[in-house]
């Protein structure tokens, strides 16, 4: 879901660390761990593709709202 870090935590690792966490909870389960965001969120666009690393696997659109499919193999290694 959706996550907010507030200001002075931003750059800290703190995204990166609760990300991972929660992979490593998810590989038992599932292989590939599929999100979507909108493209008007820059923000979390970044986050997504460069802190993160999640491939870019392509583009939908609904209501007039254009979204971008994300993935991963849950089974990657930390990248920090």
């Avoid at 593709?49 to 979204?67: C, P, R, S």
Wanted: glycine share 8%.
């Amino acid at each position: 879901g959706p996550i907010c870090i507030d200001g002075p935590h931003r750059g800290t690792g703190l995204l990166e660390d609760l990300f991972f966490f929660a992979l490593h909870a998810m590989a038992g389960r599932y292989e590939i761990l599929v999100t979507f965001v909108n493209q008007q969120n820059a923000r979390s666009m970044a986050a997504h593709l460069n802190k993160l690393h999640l491939q870019n696997l392509g583009e939908f659109k609904v209501n007039n709202n254009h979204y971008v499919w994300l993935a991963c193999m849950t089974s990657q290694n930390e990248t920090k």
